[in-house]
């Protein structure tokens, strides 16, 4: 099992910039591709995009390209992965997931899920 733990959300304003993380446990997270997601209210969850195992690869789905980026840390005590979000939009709003799964670009195949982290937008 691996478990995730997203943190760093929040209120913010518009405009800034936002950095949330994902801290992994469990078996061993390098191995994994780990994607985001975020559902804002009423809405279906979207897959915001993911990155490999060895972090030199994303993928972003079409509305996250350009203002997010994903990054990840495979130090020996440090698996964490990144989502910056640049010049947030009240249309961020949103509960955002990172989860662990085999292909990073594929949004159907993440398999462990954090409970996630609120942020919100105010405009």
């Known amino acids: 099992q691996v478990q995730l733990v997203e943190s760093g959300g929040g209120l913010v304003q518009a405009g800034v910039s936002l950095r949330i993380s994902c801290v992994a446990s469990g078996r061993p997270f390098e191995k994994y591709a780990v994607g985001w997601f975020r559902q804002a209210p009423g809405k279906e969850r979207e897959f915001v995009g993911g990155?490999?195992?060895?972090?030199?690869?994303?993928?972003?789905s079409k509305f996250a390209e350009g203002r997010f980026t994903i990054s990840r840390d495979n130090a020996e005590k440090t698996d964490t992965v990144y989502l910056q979000i640049d010049i947030l939009e009240a249309e961020d709003t949103a509960v955002y997931y990172c989860?662990?799964?085999?292909?990073?670009?594929?949004?159907?195949?993440?398999?462990?899920w954090g409970q996630g982290t609120q942020v919100t937008v105010s405009s």
């Open positions: 989860a662990a799964g085999k292909d990073y670009w594929d949004k159907n195949n993440y398999n462990y």
């Open positions: 990155i490999s195992w060895t972090g030199t690869n994303t993928y972003y």
